[in-house]
């Protein structure tokens, strides 16, 4: 009896090694092939901020995962690219890439679907970008201070350019919340492409907005802005925008916490997505390919390029900042009554 006790227990410690190295999971060689397809769908036009993410991305890919070919699909209609991803075969073959704007589509009702349940995040191509808080050249403001401070005693007034129902006008609420501690006091107004936002801005027919940093440096040595700070992910002070940038930023570019406000950051993150029921472990190899192209230097100066920080992020982490952006955005849409789900 002892004997066959002895004899299971053998079998069981075998069996258990052996399961344990079934679960050592795929590498990417056994995900991505050599000679195999792998396919990028952008749910945006060719030439957008996404879209060139991607292909440094891709053509970084290209040298990390050598032997492989990577195909950027783009798509007019945003939902149809989407869709694609959501409804592909879950083998790793098909992945999407999107910015935390598809969340704020989700909840209200402008798409159908929900990268949270519909999709899994296997990484993230970089953290955003700073972006430059604009007046006109003659505000009554020069600083968050200030402005907290003319928006209190000027309820109403100010009137912000922004994307109505879109990213920018949760950025600009929960930059007013942060700053003033509430977002109704400030008028939103439609003004969504960045040309119109600095010509409007400039021009006095609105107070304010926000743009890209090289374009506020470009009409601030005009005399055509002032600049009151920046808002962006929370790894933005001056310091590192100008790092990153490659030029001396002034104080004026100060971030939210560097002007004593730590709320007023914007993290949103770009993903890179693949069908919901794809495994884990092709998950996980996946995320490694990534990890390898976020180092190639091709990589990091597109995105610099861009003025976006990257930082690779493993499967696990890419999954809590997903979710942590979720919770951010479920609770400042259904503030605005604007969530439909």
Known sequence: MKKLVSILVLAMLCLGILAGAMAEGKSIDDVWAKGSTVYFHVPAKAGGGTDLFTRYLTQALTEAVPGVNFIVNNYEVSEVGMETVKSAKPDGLNLATCHGGAIIQWFTGSSNVNIKDDTKVVGILNLGGPQAIIAGPNAPYKNFTELAEYVKANPGKLMIGCSLGGTTQMIFVSFIEAIAGDSTLATYVQCASEADKLTNVASGAIDLANCSIPNALSYEADGRLT???TIGPKVATVSSMSELLGIELGNQYASG?????????????????????????VCEA??????????????????????TFTSPIDYQGSIDALNTEWAFLDELVGNMGLKVR
């Open 227 to 229: 600049i009151l700070g």
């Open 257 to 281: 916490p560097e002007q004593g406000v730590d709320s007023a950051t914007w993290d949103s993150n770009y993903y890179v997505l693949v069908p919901k029921d794809t495994p884990d472990d």
């Open 286 to 307: 996946i995320n490694s390919a990534l990890m390898k192209a976020a180092e190639v230097q091709s990589y990091i100066d597109g995105n610099h390029a861009m003025a």
